[in-house]
Structures are given as C-alpha cells and as structure tokens.
C-alpha cells in the first residue's frame, strides 16, 4: 500500500458546527431529546428514514489519516464513508468521548483532557481514574470529576426521553466486554430486540497501539484491517439497523521533550506541574513570571505550539461553545496547543509515547464519519422474486 505522508504545517482548529458534538445532537434530537448544539444536516436526513435500531460504534484513534493509512479505498470502513468531520479541541479521549456521551462541548462539560486541575481540592486528577495525576493513587475516597463536573450521558437522556430504549457496550466498566467477540454479540443481540432502540458501542483500540508502535506500524495496519472486517460483519448481521462509525481523535508521530531537564527557565516559572494534555497543555504561572512567561514560552516553543492565554481561549472558543461549567478551573493562565511533532512532557519520568493526539493538526483533528444502512430481509418480497424465477424456469422448459 502506498504511504501516505503526513503533512503539519499550520494549526488547524475544530469546527464545531461539523463536529462529533453535532453527531450526539443529532442523535439525541431523534431520540426525542431536545439539542443543545446545532445537528447534523446528513445525520438528520438518514435518521428521518425511521430505523428500528441506530448504532454509533466509537473506535478510539481511528482519525482519518489512520484510516487512509492502512486501508484502501475498496475496504468496507472507507467504501462507506460518508464524510470526514472534526473532534473537539483537545482531541483527545477524555474530552472527545465525554462530549459525545454528554451532547455538550469541552468548556461545558469541564473533562477537558486526561489530567484536570480543580481547585476546589486543590489537585491535579486523572478524570477517568479519579487517580492523581502520574500516580496510581486515588485522588479521594470520592469521585472528584464526579462531584464537580457531573452530566447526564447520551443513554440516561434517552431512556428518559422513552422514545426508544439506548443501551452502552464497553470493553470495561460495570459490564465489562473485554473480548470483542463478546462485545460484537452482545451489539447484535441489542439489534435483534423488537423494539426501536439505540446502542452506543466504545472499542479502545487502535490507539493503545499507535501511542506504543506509531502510526506506520503494521501491528497498527494489522488491528485496523482487522477492525475493518469485524466492522463489515456486525453491519451485516444486524438489519433494519443503521451505523455510524467513528473516532474521537486521530493520531500523529511525535518527538518528546521534557520541561524541567530540557527547559528549565520555563518549569521554573510554573505554580504547579503541566496538566491537561502534552499536546494541549495548561500552564499555571507565578504572578511575578505572568509579563515574561509568553515571551519566553513563544521564543522557545513557538514554531511548535499556539500559546493562548486564559481569555483568547474563552473569546475564540477553542473548548467549542457554550457557557463554561461553574465549576471548571483546569485551563490556568495560558494554553499551550502543539501543532508539529514536539511534544512536551513534564519530566523524564512522565509517560512518554511514539504517536500522540490532542494538538492542533488535521492528523489529530480530522475523524471520519461512516455510515451503513442495513435494511430488513423482506419474507414476501423474497417469496415473490422466487415465484418471479419459478415461473421463468418453467417457461424456459417449455419453449424448449
């Protein structure tokens, strides 16, 4: 297969009119549940067909550049594409996922990353692990995330709705489908229930692989081609049923450098530890380095990364629209958005991978969106096509 070469030259924003939260809008709206963000025109006008069951099916990391990456144009994921559309800022799993199952945008929503300063407890904690930040140690003996930036996900606003009924399939969590065998049947079994019902299905991979292999690894082809022909053959076993697939983020080879052994001038102007994302990183400034961090930070870093401060980030909406959530304090003074390869991470300790996401290119920001309609197996109109063939085989005999 040809490589495609990847090309990162200017910052590319997230259009939030075009975007994964228009999609769970639009879902919702179907679903009887009244949006909070604009929809999906094309969403729209599928779903007006009325299917007895919708799936949105969530690879993580499978971006656009993966996808054109590993498979042709002839494989089932890129034969039905129906678009390729935008993540959130940060693009990133924390923030993509949760403004899909919430329908609300990162600064609304407050999970704007993998490591969330609040102030409140004045910590730094791993949102999805209530763990504190490069630690496996629990923040509290009580959900942090949880208490201060709750929502109401995707399947608790539509089984309130009672339009229809809307269950979630995971690789973990109370349910746990850790086989995908497991998680493909039970998908299955959802679409053969005699009711109109929607089912929101999470896969972690491929990018547990790309951040450990990178984004030209044929262990990454591998899982991607095998995704394609797992995906080819839940749409085909499910009818009256229509799919949407897609990605959070995609994913870009990356260069790592450490703040406080590579550039300790900058570290040493910090309150606190980097938090967020490498690629999209939240900076806490001592008072008396507030005039000179921007300069220092744009001399350094500034053919690598956007630098925002607190109030550009708010007035251009780069954590998409809407009211900030009350609650929220994880931005900081300034904003750091990578756009080329350099990465920063806190220290020589901190986790370090091959391929990352979260920054400002088009590889992390550009997901697809494929559709699939499986229609239902008509018994009559079968019936009628075999007495059709029927009665032109005895014809056939008869003239001879």
């Given at each position: 297969?040809?490589?495609?070469?990847?090309?990162?030259?200017?910052?590319?924003?997230?259009?939030?009119?075009?975007?994964?939260?228009?999609?769970?809008?639009?879902?919702?709206?179907?679903?009887?549940?009244?949006?909070?963000?604009?929809?999906?025109?094309?969403?729209?006008?599928?779903?007006?067909?009325?299917?007895?069951?919708?799936?949105?099916?969530?690879?993580?990391?499978?971006?656009?550049?993966?996808?054109?990456?590993?498979?042709?144009?002839?494989?089932?994921?890129?034969?039905?594409?129906?678009?390729?559309?935008?993540?959130?800022?940060?693009?990133?799993?924390?923030?993509?996922?949760?403004?899909?199952?919430?329908?609300?945008?990162?600064?609304?929503?407050?999970?704007?990353?993998?490591?969330?300063?609040?102030e409140q407890e004045d910590k730094t904690v791993t949102c999805f692990f209530n763990t504190l930040q490069d630690s496996d140690k629990q923040a509290a003996d009580y959900n942090?995330?949880?208490?201060?930036?709750?929502?109401?996900?995707?399947?608790?606003?539509?089984?309130?709705?009672?339009?229809?009924?809307?269950?979630?399939?995971?690789?973990?969590?109370?349910?746990?489908?850790?086989?995908?065998?497991?998680?493909?049947?039970?998908?299955?079994?959802?679409?053969?229930?005699?009711?109109?019902?929607?089912?929101?299905?999470?896969?972690?991979?491929?990018?547990?692989?790309?951040?450990?292999?990178?984004?030209?690894?044929?262990?990454?082809?591998?899982?991607?081609?095998?995704?394609?022909?797992?995906?080819?053959?839940?749409?085909?076993?499910?009818?009256?049923?229509?799919?949407?697939?897609?990605?959070?983020?995609?994913?870009?080879?990356?260069?790592?450098?450490?703040?406080?052994?590579?550039?300790?001038?900058?570290?040493?102007?910090?309150?606190?530890?980097?938090?967020?994302?490498?690629?999209?990183?939240?900076?806490?400034?001592?008072?008396?380095?507030?005039?000179?961090?921007?300069?220092?930070?744009?001399?350094?870093?500034?053919?690598?990364?956007?630098?925002?401060?607190?109030?550009?980030?708010?007035?251009?909406?780069?954590?998409?629209?809407?009211?900030?959530?009350?609650?929220?304090?994880?931005?900081?003074?300034?904003?750091?958005?990578?756009?080329?390869?350099?990465?920063?991470?806190?220290?020589?300790?901190?986790?370090?991978?091959?391929?990352?996401?979260?920054?400002?290119?088009?590889?992390?920001?550009?997901?697809?969106?494929?559709?699939?309609?499986?229609?239902?197996?008509?018994?009559?109109?079968?019936?009628?096509?075999?007495?059709?063939?029927?009665?032109?085989?005895?014809?056939?005999?008869?003239?001879?």
């Amino acid at each position: 297969m040809k490589e495609i070469i990847d090309e990162i030259e200017e910052p590319v924003f997230p259009d939030y009119e075009n975007s994964i939260l228009n999609l769970s809008n639009s879902i919702l709206l179907h679903f009887g549940v009244k949006p909070e963000h604009h929809t999906l025109a094309s969403v729209d006008e599928i779903l007006s067909h009325n299917y007895k069951h919708v799936v949105v099916i969530l690879l993580d990391g499978l971006g656009m550049n993966i996808l054109e990456k590993h498979l042709t144009y002839k494989d089932f994921l890129r034969r039905h594409l129906l678009s390729d559309y935008s993540s959130v800022f940060p693009p990133t799993t924390t923030a993509s996922t949760t403004t899909f199952l919430s329908g609300k945008s990162p600064i609304e929503h407050g999970w704007l990353g993998w490591d969330v300063y609040f102030e409140q407890e004045d910590k730094t904690v791993t949102c999805f692990f209530n763990t504190l930040q490069d630690s496996d140690k629990q923040a509290a003996d009580y959900n942090i995330p949880g208490k201060y930036i709750p929502y109401e996900n995707i399947i608790e606003k539509i089984n309130k709705a009672e339009v229809g009924k809307a269950y979630s399939v995971f690789p973990f969590g109370d349910e746990p489908h850790p086989q995908m065998s497991d998680w493909l049947d039970t998908i299955r079994k959802h679409c053969h229930k005699d009711e109109k019902n929607f089912v929101y299905a999470y896969w972690e991979n491929p990018d547990h692989e790309l951040h450990f292999k990178g984004t030209n690894s044929n262990d990454v082809a591998k899982i991607v081609q095998d995704l394609n022909a797992k995906m080819t053959y839940i749409c085909e076993e499910c009818p009256e049923t229509v799919f949407f697939i897609t990605a959070d983020h995609g994913h870009t080879d990356i260069r790592n450098e450490t703040l406080v052994e590579d550039h300790p001038e900058i570290s040493k102007m910090l309150i606190r530890q980097t938090s967020i994302e490498p690629r999209a990183i939240s900076f806490y400034v001592k008072p008396e380095f507030m005039d000179k961090f921007p300069e220092a930070f744009k001399k350094e870093f500034g053919k690598d990364y956007v630098l925002f401060s607190k109030a550009e980030v708010l007035d251009k909406q780069l954590f998409g629209p809407g009211f900030p959530n009350s609650n929220l304090t994880g931005i900081g003074d300034f904003i750091a958005a990578a756009y080329k390869e350099k990465t920063l991470v806190w220290n020589k300790n901190s986790k370090q991978f091959k391929s990352h996401h979260a920054g400002l290119s088009k590889n992390e920001l550009s997901i697809p969106l494929i559709w699939y309609e499986s229609k239902p197996k008509r018994i009559g109109l079968i019936i009628y096509y075999a007495l059709i063939a029927l009665f032109v085989t005895f014809l056939f005999i008869a003239i001879i």
